[in-house]
């Protein structure tokens, strides 16, 4: 009891094919259907068919325009037919060969061909096999033309087109889009398209980041049925090298738009906000009542208000739904506003290691960035508490040395944190770092008593250098200075004494990677990065200087050294509150795009991490009792967008995190010990 298709025919002047065949039942619908599998099953789409039937005979009519503007446009469509009885359904079956040839209209996207899988009588609607090849471009600040040739034959009128424009959410998604913009074209002729795109109609809705990528289509549309198709713009390979091209434009104010030939050999655009040093602050001052703002701004702009925006986290970018706004006062030579400390950020919109966004809104421009020159500083500019909130913010410069807000958890009340006097490098002394890269609350549990940055444990023991001046090398940041004037000046076992503090953390990193160097008067000094790069290593009267080029030597050196060193360090601090930071080097890192990269300088690494093990078994052999931290099995690896430069000495954010943990854990275990 089955319905059975005997005939297929096929009226090419009315694009109709007729099927015919035998099912004994009572016939209520006769339906072509077919469902579509995308990231899930799609609802059924079904076209009822006009059909005759006799006591056991049936033919059903199929529309070409029907199945073309109901198919899919970028892959195959399987439709099968059924026949509906009493509530039933029969799907219409081929019990021997029927006859067809496969049919290629040519005013539409489709090739059509009747086969049998299984049995089961389908109508198979294939995607032509079209191809556009940009053969001609230009690019000028307003307009964007060219020469388009399609692979297929095209008869004058059966096609409209159009150059779409759509934006990727972001550069690595480029089978996705979003926004899109349509630029029309007008009916076709040929196979072979001119188009001129005016570009002084392009809008900002493509605007959405600081830089968009935006590739190029072109649609056609049916206009037989109701249909259409994107193709991307292939490059043909006589202009592929001259396709790059920048133009400034003119609509969107203060944007660029930038051509270049993808990977896969297609036309894309980057759609960039030029919107930098526009508007920019000449002063900045504040206080903990106030921040005070001056900027220059463009004479013609009117209305001005001082706008701050929320990030907000999308993918690898972000958006803004968050504001305050506070107003600007222009006068003749200077611009500002005043914000009191009451109304700054206040409301219920802030977030835990939140980044906000200063911008300068006017009539008819859009939201500016201020830009921060280098005449403005802002390098000392602290975390205030922000109003009636339970958060803590800085204003600083960001990575487009823009003006932009930090915001962190304010610390909880403590009375009674404990000590830490840090030797040592980053290593050990990041840890201990407000910025939400490390550990915000770092000052609930731990005050930094002092640090005793990248010193080798020779200059520890060696009398000070007055031989420099520090202020004739400009090229230093303060802490850079500090860390160098504390190398030069000594005393580091009086200030670890007169410190109290309860527990010394430290590393051997700068005996690790560099060395002493032994003056003429006899004093020792740390050849430190900041002595290398600043030129006060060639301004020394060096003697000699101790490198790795025979580690083996270093070691039986160093050895000595250590001795003298921890002999006077235990008369201060008891071993127990000695904590080791083993420390190591890392031999991968994740690079700007979040791919895990090796260093090239891998076998050095690991050489390096090999001699770090030697200097720390060997005191651990000398003080056994002290504690350890030991992060050389765990998994953390470096990052391309550590605060303070990306290097294989530092790391991932989750490491310095996990070490604040493990300083957490060992000091009140201590602590534990001591009241039992």
């Not at 529309?63 to 099968?80: D, F, V």
């Amino acid at each position: 009891m089955k319905p059975y298709l005997n005939k297929i025919e096929l009226n090419q002047e009315k694009q109709i094919w007729t099927i015919s065949g035998t099912f004994p039942l009572k016939i209520d619908a006769i339906q072509a259907h077919y469902t579509e599998m995308l990231e899930f099953l799609r609802p059924e789409k079904k076209i009822d068919l006009p059909f005759q039937t006799d006591d056991t005979n049936f033919n059903a009519s199929i529309s070409l325009q029907e199945i073309a503007e109901n198919s899919i446009t970028n892959n195959k469509t399987a439709w099968t037919f059924r026949i509906i009885s009493e509530g039933k359904s029969y799907p219409i079956e081929s019990d021997g060969p029927v006859s067809n040839k496969e049919f290629m209209p040519i005013n539409t996207f489709y090739q059509y061909l009747f086969e049998f899988p299984e049995g089961i009588v389908t109508l198979f609607s294939k995607p032509k096999e079209i191809t556009a090849t940009l053969s001609e471009f230009q690019l000028v600040p307003d307009s964007l033309s060219g020469v388009i040739n399609l692979s297929t034959t095209i008869e004058p009128d059966t096609y409209a087109a159009e150059i779409v424009f759509k934006r990727r959410p972001y550069s690595a998604l480029y089978l996705f889009h979003e926004q899109e913009e349509i630029f029309n074209i007008g009916n076709i002729k040929s196979n072979s398209i001119n188009f001129n795109v005016d570009l002084k109609n392009l809008s900002s809705e493509l605007l959405v980041d600081s830089n968009n990528v935006i590739d190029a289509f072109i649609r056609l549309n049916a206009l037989s049925i109701k249909n259409k198709h994107d193709f991307y713009l292939n490059i043909d390979s006589s202009i592929k090298n001259t396709v790059a091209k920048e133009v400034d434009l003119l609509t969107p104010t203060h944007s660029k738009l930038t051509s270049f030939v993808t990977g896969s050999n297609r036309l894309s655009l980057y759609f960039k906000k030029n919107y930098q040093e526009i508007v920019s602050v000449v002063s900045f001052e504040e206080d903990e009542n106030q921040i005070e703002l001056q900027f220059s701004l463009p004479k013609k702009f009117t209305n001005c208000q001082l706008v701050i925006k929320r990030r907000d986290n999308k993918a690898k970018l972000f958006e803004y739904y968050f504001e305050q706004v506070f107003p600007i006062k222009k006068g003749l030579l200077k611009s500002e506003t005043i914000i009191s400390r009451n109304e700054f950020l206040t409301g219920n919109i802030n977030k835990e290691n939140g980044i906000w966004d200063f911008f300068i809104r006017s009539t008819g421009e859009p939201d500016l960035p201020i830009f921060i020159p280098n005449t403005v500083d802002l390098s000392k500019n602290k975390y205030h508490d922000v109003f009636d909130s339970p958060f803590q913010a800085r204003i600083l410069k960001n990575g487009a040395q823009n003006l932009s807000i930090n915001t962190i958890p304010a610390p909880e009340s403590n009375n009674n944190p404990l000590k830490i006097a840090v030797m040592g490098s980053c290593f050990s002394r990041n840890a201990f770092n407000s910025s939400r890269y490390f550990n915000p609350d770092y000052k609930r549990f731990f005050e930094v008593t002092f640090t005793q940055s990248h010193t080798s444990i020779f200059s520890v023991l060696s009398e000070p250098y007055k031989g420099v001046n520090l202020e004739k090398y400009g090229n230093m940041t303060n802490n850079e200075r500090r860390t160098v004037q504390d190398d030069l000046n000594k005393g580091f076992f009086e200030k670890l004494e007169k410190s109290n503090s309860d527990y010394l953390l430290l590393d051997f990193y700068p005996d690790v990677l560099r060395g002493p160097l032994w003056l003429e008067g006899g004093e020792i000094l740390s050849l430190s990065y900041i002595m290398e790069q600043t030129g006060i290593l060639n301004d020394l009267p060096i003697k000699r200087l101790l490198d790795h080029s025979n580690n083996d030597a270093f070691f039986q050196e160093w050895t000595t050294y250590a001795d003298k060193f921890i002999e006077k360090l235990l008369t201060i601090m008891p071993a127990e509150r000695i904590i080791l930071n083993k420390g190591g080097f890392t031999t991968k890192y994740y690079d700007k795009n979040g791919t895990v990269q090796e260093y090239k300088i891998k076998m050095r690494i690991e050489r390096n991490n090999y001699f770090w093990d030697r200097l720390n078994n060997y005191f651990l052999a000398k003080v056994p009792t002290a504690q350890v931290i030991d992060f050389t099995k765990k998994p953390y690896i470096g990052d391309y967008y550590y605060p303070f430069g990306h290097s294989f000495s530092h790391f991932e954010s989750g490491y310095y995190k996990d070490f604040f943990r493990e300083m957490i854990y060992i000091t009140e275990r201590e602590k534990r010990k001591s009241t039992n």
